[in-house]
């Protein structure tokens, strides 16, 4: 008999892995995260531009609607992330399902499951490409298709086979590249609703018997093959009696790459203990992943800032509160003189613990002579040290507002009863107005 693909192992484990209401109510959590970002999306200059694209057309199909929202919920680095795959799942897997599902009329306990499934499936994926692919790919532009893939498998009640097409048609359509951060372009946005639309696509093309490839991971010329130098097969179904990796994702509580978290929380403990004291010098240890992608001295625009150690340690330092202000243009013009005394380098613990950790340090000395020190083993939202669902809420309930939602505790509450099956909400958009 011929060996299960990776594709069918994987459809096998998240179909018959059991789900119970304490996990639809994370789901319903997560779910509220990623909306309430995509809503918040819409009051930014690259939301502005997706929904004039949107409001071209006077009706979008599904997979449309889901590229829309999920483009929307990467805008602001507010998004989930999940650190062993380095992916942002919300972004990709909630707007897929969501769009399904309202497409379906599916009720709360079904979308969120779906949500579970689609999460899976795009971690799983993530944890088994290996560091070397992250060097030029974005995992969740790579990845995500195979979570919003089976994400509507699940909205769809696709059966194994059908499952495993709509996994080998996503894989084929995967792509997203690091290059954006050259010129600090908006790319990465259409990395994330790229991701959704491709699953929604699949997995609709699936249910009609659109065949797809079931060795597209490790196949000769699969994914593996073309995209990752040493990739992990076998963490596509390690664990499989684990909690879902959905559990396991953490939330965002500053607006910046996930990589600068670890020291931004460090920094707000030293800010705390620094007083009036004048800052000489700061060092940052990190692992060299976080220096690949956010050592960045002189950020030019609010996006490069998110993506700046240095700006995000002198913000952290200086500043109240690491919101959306603290990457404007007046911030980067206050903070220059900090942000310049900050040196960044890779260290241990923190190299070896990554990605399973994501730690760092800042030390911090005054020009009286004394060093303040301040480490973590891992960023504020992992699931060590995870935020509360009060903390989650009121997050949501900032983006909401910033994004110009009228009644938020009322669409808040809405999402939250998903859990209870209830019917999925309207969504307020402004390329409807």
């Given at each position: 008999m011929r060996q299960a693909t990776l594709t069918q192992q994987l459809a096998e484990l998240i179909t018959s892995k059991p789900i119970t209401p304490a996990d639809l109510?994370?789901?319903?959590?997560?779910?509220?995260?990623?909306?309430?970002?995509?809503?918040?999306?819409?009051?930014?200059?690259?939301?502005?531009?997706?929904?004039?694209?949107?409001?071209?057309?006077?009706?979008?199909?599904?997979?449309?609607?889901?590229?829309?929202?999920?483009?929307?919920?990467?805008?602001?680095?507010?998004?989930?992330?999940?650190?062993?795959?380095?992916?942002?799942?919300?972004?990709?897997?909630?707007?897929?399902?969501?769009?399904?599902?309202?497409?379906?009329?599916?009720?709360?306990?079904?979308?969120?499951?779906?949500?579970?499934?689609?999460?899976?499936?795009?971690?799983?994926?993530?944890?088994?490409?290996?560091?070397?692919?992250?060097?030029?790919?974005?995992?969740?532009?790579?990845?995500?298709?195979?979570?919003?893939?089976?994400?509507?498998?699940?909205?769809?009640?696709?059966?194994?086979?059908?499952?495993?097409?709509?996994?080998?048609?996503?894989?084929?359509?995967?792509?997203?590249?690091?290059?954006?951060?050259?010129a600090g372009t908006m790319t990465k946005h259409l990395h994330a609703g790229r991701a959704a639309e491709a699953g929604v696509l699949a997995a609709d093309l699936a249910r009609f018997g659109f065949t797809g490839p079931p060795a597209i991971l490790e196949g000769a010329k699969g994914w593996f093959a073309a995209t990752c130098p040493d990739p992990d097969p076998a963490a596509v179904t390690r664990d499989a009696n684990g909690p879902w990796?959905?559990?396991?994702?953490?939330?965002?509580?500053?607006?910046?790459?996930?990589?600068?978290?670890?020291?931004?929380?460090?920094?707000?403990?030293?800010?705390?203990?620094?007083?009036?004291?004048?800052?000489?010098?700061?060092?940052?240890?990190?692992?060299?992943?976080a220096l690949a992608v956010c050592d960045r001295l002189e950020p030019q625009s609010d996006y490069e800032a998110k993506f700046s150690l240095q700006h995000c340690v002198a913000a952290a330092l200086s500043m109240e509160h690491v919101d959306f202000a603290a990457f404007s243009e007046p911030a980067r013009t206050e903070l220059a003189d900090v942000r310049r005394r900050v040196v960044v380098r890779a260290t241990e613990p923190y190299a070896s613990a990554y990605p399973l950790a994501w730690g760092g340090a800042v030390t911090v000395t005054t020009r009286d002579g004394e060093r303040l020190t301040a480490h973590r083993d891992n960023a504020k939202g992992d699931p060590e040290v995870a935020v509360s669902p009060v903390e989650l809420i009121a997050k949501a309930r900032m983006l909401m507002v910033y994004g110009g939602v009228h009644e938020p505790d009322r669409l808040i509450d809405a999402i939250l009863a998903l859990s209870d099956d209830m019917a999925l909400p309207h969504l307020p958009c402004k390329s409807e107005a």
């Open positions: 109510e994370h789901a319903a959590l997560l779910t509220l995260d990623a909306i309430a970002n995509a809503l918040a999306g819409q009051a930014t200059e690259p939301g502005a531009i997706l929904l004039r694209w949107a409001g071209q057309s006077a009706t979008a199909d599904a997979a449309r609607w889901a590229f829309l929202w999920g483009a929307l919920t990467h805008v602001l680095e507010t998004d989930d992330l999940h650190r062993a795959s380095v992916v942002h799942p919300g972004c990709v897997v909630v707007p897929a399902a969501w769009s399904a599902a309202a497409r379906e009329g599916i009720r709360g306990h079904a979308m969120l499951k779906a949500v579970l499934w689609g999460f899976e499936a795009a971690t799983r994926i993530g944890m088994a490409v290996g560091p070397a692919h992250y060097q030029i790919w974005h995992n969740t532009a790579t990845c995500g298709p195979y979570g919003s893939a089976m994400a509507v498998a699940g909205v769809l009640q696709l059966d194994q086979a059908a499952i495993v097409n709509a996994l080998g048609n996503a894989g084929a359509q995967s792509s997203g590249l690091w290059e954006f951060l050259a990796q959905l559990l396991l994702t953490s939330i965002k509580p500053w607006p910046s790459c996930r990589h600068t978290h670890p020291v931004i929380d460090a920094a707000i403990e030293l800010r705390r203990r620094l007083e009036a004291r004048m800052i000489e010098q700061v060092e940052v240890e990190t692992y060299p992943t």
